[in-house]
């Protein structure tokens, strides 16, 4: 597929289904392009697509399965749109950091698609509000799904899970207590963790 050059082309995108849930379109909506009249569109849509659909079904499905529907807070941003925010100081890290996380369509450093999605899980962010650890959530996913990288935010206990081949598996946070949670080589890294999410729903697939 072509990088869409019209609205019927980008509506095409859109209707792109990567897994039973969630279409391309879901993903496409920024911020950054809103407000400063910036296209989102990939310039490789279909790298993009064989990475969201690995993102969607591996990651999103089960989490949207097993707690209720997910809220998709960021995902995909063009390489011009990450290199705007990320110079203009809005959140985004640098074009060759987010290769194969935000930027779908661009392999990372060492050859590996991915694809980060920033997402809210309400049922979650009742509890997190009522006082939850947000480290409870990062350990259900850490012990359930082949996630590569997670990075929690304290609003909503909002996280960006990434989905790459070759995943790093680490978790760090910007949530009291800040910094790494856990990575390969940790001695909390290995073995369930289930003490730790006492009360949560078992995995469930779509």
Not at 14 to 29: E, I, K
Not at 92 to 107: L, P
Not at 183 to 200: D, Q, S, T, V
Request: charged share 20%; net charge positive.
């Amino acid at each position: 597929m072509k990088s869409p050059k019209s609205v019927p082309a980008l509506e095409d995108l859109g209707r792109v289904r990567l897994s039973p849930n969630f279409f391309m379109r879901d993903f496409l909506y920024s911020e950054i392009a809103n407000l400063y009249g910036m296209p989102n569109i990939p310039d490789d849509p279909d790298l993009a697509i064989a990475a969201g659909t690995r993102l969607c079904e591996e990651l999103l499905e089960p989490l949207n399965a097993t707690f209720g529907r997910i809220a998709i807070r960021s995902a995909y941003r063009s390489p011009s749109v990450n290199a705007f925010g990320n110079a203009n100081r809005l959140n985004c890290a640098s074009n060759e950091a987010n290769y194969g996380g935000h930027i779908w369509d661009r392999r990372d450093a060492q050859g590996r698609m991915g694809a980060t999605a920033s997402i809210v899980v309400p049922w979650f962010a009742e509890r997190y509000d009522a006082g939850a650890d947000w480290r409870s959530l990062a350990w259900w996913i850490h012990d359930h799904l082949p996630y590569s990288r997670l990075l929690f935010f304290p609003k909503l206990a909002a996280f960006n899970i990434n989905w790459r081949e070759v995943p790093a598996r680490r978790i760090d946070s910007y949530v009291a207590p800040r910094g790494c949670l856990t990575k390969p080589g940790m001695p909390n890294h290995e073995g369930g963790h289930a003490e730790r999410y006492a009360g949560f729903p078992s995995l469930r697939l779509a």
